[in-house]
């Protein structure tokens, strides 16, 4: 499966942005899909994740209450709302694709997009 990230900018602090990862390729439904991002100088770190059918979430704690992931199975698109933004999330966004259920761990997923970069200024 190939994916594309788009979505990302320049936005003040407590400003919003919606990610979206377009997939083609292999059927999108049959992967649970992820969110990653890597500040610079930072390690990747997961962000947020959904099923395959979009019935299961789980975020990240530095994100709960502000970022929310959903998917349209019928568009092979997940999505990442970003609300009350702030300066620390500034880093590229990477989503993902994997096999599993649902998982946090970065070596769990087989297919990544080429990351799109998101900049909070304070």
């Known amino acids: 499966v190939q994916l594309q990230a788009s979505g990302g900018g320049l936005v003040q602090a407590g400003g919003s942005l919606r990610l979206s990862c377009a997939a083609s390729?292999?059927?999108?439904?049959?992967?649970?899909m992820g969110w990653f991002r890597q500040a610079p100088g930072k390690e990747r770190e997961f962000v947020a994740t959904?099923?395959?059918?979009?019935?299961?979430?789980f975020s990240a704690d530095a994100v709960k209450g502000r970022f929310t992931i959903s998917r349209d199975n019928a568009k092979n698109t997940v999505y990442l709302q970003m609300n009350s933004l702030k300066p620390e999330d500034t880093a590229v966004y990477y989503c993902?694709?994997?096999?599993?259920?649902?998982?946090?761990?970065?070596?769990?997923?087989?297919?990544w997009g080429q990351g799109t970069q998101v900049t909070v200024s304070s």
């Open positions: 993902a694709a994997s096999n599993r259920f649902i998982t946090t761990r970065t070596s769990d997923y087989d297919y």
């Open positions: 390729g292999r059927t999108f439904s049959s992967y649970g």
């Open positions: 959904i099923s395959k059918s979009g019935g299961s979430t």
